[in-house]
Nanobody
């Protein structure tokens, strides 16, 4: 099983990034997915989640700015991040979940400068 997160980088405040989580080795359509983030010294935080049926929910700090989506044909989950803020700086991790059994990717670093 592999969850390969990519798309992170260094951007200025107000700019956008799109993260991707390419998966292999799992039944993609049978899993729900989520993006979490963890900044140094902070607890891991749920950013966004999407169900098998495509219903999404978001952490309060990113509502209206971030959008999670899934492409079942490409076995890939995306996180479109707009209007980035310095407080969005963190390692972003992809999670796949099926009935409480989870897989984690290695994360991609997002750094937002002011």
């Amino acid at each position: 099983v592999q969850l390969q997160a990519s798309g992170g980088g260094l951007v200025q405040a107000g700019e956008s990034l799109r993260l991707s989580c390419e998966t292999s080795g799992i039944d993609f359509v049978a899993h729900a997915f989520a993006w979490y983030r963890q900044a140094p010294g902070n607890q891991r935080e749920l950013v966004a989640a999407i169900t098998r049926g495509g219903n999404a929910n978001y952490g309060d700090s990113v509502k209206g700015r971030f959008t999670i989506s899934r492409d079942n044909a490409k076995n890939t989950v995306y996180l479109q991040m707009n209007s980035l803020k310095p407080e969005d700086t963190a390692v972003y991790l992809c999670n796949a979940d099926q009935f409480g059994f989870s897989y984690w990717g290695q994360g991609t670093l997002v750094t937002v400068s002011s």
